[in-house]
């Protein structure tokens, strides 16, 4: 078995694998986290016209109706994307393991393979 | 002179050295210090052979049920927000598909929740079904929601899917398969 032939076997495949689940990752938290953004900006946006309508209600039980409404709107809305924010950690941080989970298969089969062909036998 | 003490002593000695020392199938004789060397030397090498031959695992594998479940729960979803966001529609026009999703998140949680390292996957179930709750209730106690509100939910069936398609690459890529 050749040591060396082996171990760039194995950084390779190990790289190969790992660079697949980067890729896709990248490409989804960009998208995720620009999407989060700008639903961000929106829910702002909704609130202070939501406030600014309800001060324009001459009834005070209204007015105070439609603030609270409003609240509630943003606050529940706000909850629902700091779960999406961490729902994008929590799938990142499981695309990092399976990257780390594959790149170390991989270059276990290469270190199986050359094992095995140096044996001669299908040992592993 | 010898004194009786030290006849006692010479004789443990003697025996000790005596159990130190085991008489090969050969004949030949060798110490218990070598035959621990030997045990360490056959164990270190092995143990690359073995672990060569194991397949880490740091996340669960994937399941082509939980993944056509949550396709299922989103599609579900995507149409209750869609017909909101287009018509206005009313909360008690909505609310059975609200418990059915929820009803659909939850079965899979219980399901993923039988698969070791599958921590991930039972996290992003659980926001799924809290960001749904707080639709929910917006819904109902507010009226229609709008796009941005409705935007929680969709992200996290997103990373839901996501997390389902990595762990299908990675069976592809020779990862763990149920």
Redesign the interface.
């Given at each position: 078995m050749n040591f060396e032939d082996t171990l760039k076997k194995m950084i390779e495949a190990a790289a190969g694998?790992a660079k697949?689940?980067w890729n896709?990752?990248r490409t989804?938290a960009e998208q995720?986290f620009r999407?989060?953004a700008e639903?961000?900006t929106?829910?702002e946006a909704?609130y202070i016209a939501d406030v600014a309508a309800a001060q324009h209600q001459r009834n005070a039980a209204n007015r105070k109706e439609l603030k609270r409404?409003a609240k509630?709107?943003a606050e529940?809305?706000f909850?629902?994307?700091?779960?999406?924010s961490?729902?994008?950690v929590?799938?990142a941080?499981?695309?990092a393991?399976?990257a780390?989970?594959?790149a170390?298969?991989?270059a276990?089969?290469v270190?199986?393979a050359a094992?095995n062909e140096s044996v001669g036998i299908a040992?592993? | 002179m010898v004194t009786r003490s030290e006849e006692r002593r010479d004789a443990y000695v003697k025996s000790m050295q005596l159990t130190n020392t085991i008489t090969s199938s050969g004949g030949r004789l060798t110490d218990r210090r070598q035959i621990r060397g030997r045990i360490f030397t056959g164990a270190a090498l092995l143990l690359p052979l073995l672990l060569v031959g194991c397949a880490v695992i740091f996340v669960s594998s994937y399941d082509e049920i939980t993944d056509r479940e949550i396709q299922e729960a989103a599609k579900t979803t995507e149409v209750l927000i869609g017909d909101v966001l287009a018509n206005q529609t009313s909360y008690h026009e909505h609310a059975k598909e609200y418990r059915e999703i929820d009803g659909a998140l939850g079965a899979l949680e219980m399901r993923a929740a039988n698969y070791q390292k599958n921590e991930a996957e039972i996290e992003l179930l659980q926001k799924t079904r809290a960001a749904l709750r707080n639709l929910q209730r917006t819904h109902k106690e507010i009226g229609p929601f709008r796009v941005a509100e409705a935007e929680g939910v969709r992200s996290l069936f997103r990373s839901l899917i996501h997390h389902e398609l990595a762990k299908k690459r990675s069976a592809g890529i020779g990862g763990p398969t149920q």
């Open positions: 694998a697949i689940h896709d990752f989804y995720e999407r989060l639903a961000g929106r829910l909704d409404k509630l709107r529940l809305a909850d629902s994307l700091r779960l999406a961490e729902g994008v929590t799938a941080k499981a695309d393991k399976i780390a989970q594959d170390i298969n991989a276990l089969a270190l199986r094992v040992l592993l | -």
